[in-house]
């Protein structure tokens, strides 16, 4: 028999990458994925830029030891810190979601104005701005943090009042200004697509990092030869470094996401046949 071909690598602080994920399962479906959401350590949002690292670095090697082929930043703020820190560490291609986002958003825009939401570290590393200025110098891009949004969607509060009432509060002043075009830049954040675009209104264009995201895995397979024959069906495992139950919940209800048990391996221990790993299901 063949082994399997080696997985992509996915990781997020917590279930937000999923949407990635699902993303690459629809535009990928014979590629296997090991995911890590670490769920011990979410929100990365309002963390400094050496946590961020250190963290993504320790994931990236333990997808390493999965074998992966190459490793996707399902992730937004670890994208805006932590790519070229991982690039220049990791033996494999490195994917981040920001320049996808970047390049859609520009493709996107009529009115040369685009809002960037995000958490209070991916704005604040102006990421967005500069992918986004690198491509069309002429673009206005209005940027806002929303720190709130993650915790509610953590909860699994996709339809919500108070998610409407937070989301207004953060969205009027971009809506204000006037864009046609605003990147959900956090990966998060597509699980809030009804709630932004009823908010937003049809005049703006939502361009969402998880799918063009996948997109730009799928040509950096085929440009490096990394992809899985087409024939074949890909798996979907998931470890995490803290057990939570949301995170089952949301991989279920909201993206139908096939995920059976899912590994605990709290982040520091040694190799993934330790005591310390056990399992857990819905
Ligand atoms: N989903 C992540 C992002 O895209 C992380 C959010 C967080 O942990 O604060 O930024």
Redesign the pocket.
Known sequence: MTPPPPPIGVF??????LTVAAAIRRILPGEDIFYVG?TAR??????SRPTVERYSLEIARWLLEEKAKTIVV???????LAVPRLQSECPVPVQG?VAPGAAAAVASTRNGRVGVI??R??IASGAYERSIRELDGGIRVHSVPC?LL?PLIEEGLFEDKITDMVLHRYLAPLLGSGIDTLVL?????PLLRGAIARQAGPGVRLVD?AENCALAVRDLLQKRQLSAPPERTGTLRVALTDETEGFLRTAAQALALPVGQVSVRPLGAPGPQTQADKTFGL
């Open positions: 997020d602080s917590g279930v937000g990458g670490d979410v929100p990365y949002g309002g963390k399902a992730c937004n703020t670890a994208s805006a979601v995000g958490t570290a991916t720190p993650v830049g956090c990966t998060h954040y990092s």
